[in-house]
């Protein structure tokens, strides 16, 4: 046996030490791809755990600063706010939504005064506002598309107004994209960005948030009729391509680590920057896990983060955020 002449080729020569595999590493995670979802509630006090969601809490105004403070440190570029509406104020036509003093406008006033770095980013959605938990209004059992665009519109140009950046649709309608856009100009907000939910799945995955702002008992039948058929992946180009015609500057897939696929196709088609959610449930299930013992904390939030990346999106909203950043900084040492 001649000892060294098979194989030629050893890729573990490029894995036998730290600085080698670094070296070669094709793709990076850091600060700049994370994107912190938070739960703004009504009220004060201290904030109050989300049961589905370990570690996860829905925070009043009176702490939101505090709350927000060391992601704002650590350089995470945005966060994105969730309102949990008191019951009282929800209606069929979602009608707290346009409220100039509703908890997102309130949260985006107050967070922009005291981190005007910090990127916020706005759900554009009816479902946080209605008694019946869609994301649009209902007419003859069925959510009006053309209806509700008219009042999503209306629903961001009220964020935008209040200093959210980001005015991020995650409603499916038809044709809102260009709407909102419009919309926008008009009131001379140029510069407010748009990301859409462009490929939202109607997803087994949103059962968490869905109890974080209450709108998990409301809900009447589900949302087929307007979120993805898991099914699809040609249609999410189509969505894609439709959003981005209409004006979008960056795409969202949601959720996330089921639809890395999606994710990829999605970044090879059009290069244009692709987001990801890595949704409630996603991180209920990792969560539950590591809580268990079952899978590593620290290096399973990284790995999933990192598949995100090497799928090819430009960030991920993520309820690890903080939590990664914080991993990231010390790694750097
Ligand atoms: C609302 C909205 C949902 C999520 C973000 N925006 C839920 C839904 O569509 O029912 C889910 C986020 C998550 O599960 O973390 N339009």
Known sequence: MITGSFPTTRLRRNRVDAWTRRMVAETTLSVDNLIWPIFV??????????????????????RLAAHVEEAAKLGIPAIALFPATPTALKDAEG?????????????????????PDLGLIGDVALDPYTDH????VLRDNYVANDESVEILERQAVNQAQAGIDIIAPSDMMDGRIGSIR?????????HTRI????????????????????????????????????????????????????GADMVMVKPGMPYLDIV?????????PVFAYQVSG????????????????????????????????????????????????????
């Open 264 to 272: 990829r196709r999605v970044h090879d088609t059009f290069h244009v």
């Open 182 to 190: 419009a919309a926008l100009d008009s009131e001379g907000l140029i």
């Open 41 to 62: 509630r009504a009220g004060d006090g201290e904030p109050t755990p989300v049961s589905s969601m370990p570690g996860v809490v829905r925070v009043g105004l009176d």
């Open 133 to 136: 938990g869609h994301d649009g």
């Open 195 to 246: 990301m859409s939910y462009a490929a939202k799945y109607a997803s087994a995955f949103y059962g968490p948030f869905r109890e974080a702002l209450g709108s998990n008992a409301a809900l009447r039948g589900d949302k087929k009729t307007y979120q993805m058929n898991p099914a699809n992946s040609d249609e999410a180009l189509r969505e894609v391509a439709m959003d981005l015609d209409e």
């Open 282 to 333: 996603e991180y209920a299930m990792l969560a539950s896990a590591m809580e268990l013992g079952l899978i590593d904390r620290e290096r399973g939030i990284l790995e999933t983060l990192l598949g995100f990346r090497r799928a090819g999106a430009s960030g991920v909203l993520t309820y690890f955020a903080v939590e990664a950043a914080r991993l990231l900084k010390a790694s750097a040492g």
């Open 95 to 115: 009608t707290e939504a346009l409220n100039p003093d509703n908890l997102i406008c309130q949260a985006a006033r107050l967070l922009k005064a005291e981190f």
